[in-house]
Nanobody, 121 residues
Framework: QVQLVESGGGLVQAGGSLRLSCAAS??????MGWFRQAPGKEREFVAA????????DYGDSVKGRFTISRDNAKNTVYLQMNSLKPEDTAVYYC????????????????WGQGTQVTVSS
């Protein structure tokens, strides 16, 4: 049974940083990534990374501020979020997929339960 468990969310002031983690179990995952969903909005692609870590992709709104990485020995993917803005406030979801290129189109195999990130102004 596949499980994705996110952690690291919380409340932070604008300009601050947070690091999200997603521990995966029950399988081997080619691509892993992060999405987010703010109240009243559609779920939005944030970032994805290939198995090797050599290929990454980011949503336009987070480029240059967020960095995705993974540790395959721990079956864990991370999202380092810097220079946070109030508009980054959302529930952040971990996800797995076959390829980085298709994850942006929400071709996702499994979702985590989400972790809340709130950025105060």
């Amino acid at each position: 049974q596949v499980q994705l468990v996110e952690s690291g969310g919380g409340l932070v002031q604008a300009g601050g940083s947070l690091r999200l983690s997603c521990a995966a179990s029950g399988g081997t995952f080619s691509a892993m990534g992060w999405f987010r969903q703010a109240p009243g909005k559609e779920r939005e692609f944030v970032a994805a990374i290939s198995w090797s870590g050599m290929t990454t992709d980011y949503g336009d709104s987070v480029k240059g501020r967020f960095t995705i990485s993974r540790d395959n020995a721990k079956n864990t993917v991370y999202l380092q979020m810097n220079s946070l803005k109030p508009e980054d406030t959302a529930v952040y979801y971990c996800a797995t997929g076959n390829r980085v290129a298709t994850m942006q189109a929400r071709h996702v195999d499994y979702w985590g339960q989400g972790t809340q990130v709130t950025v105060s102004s």
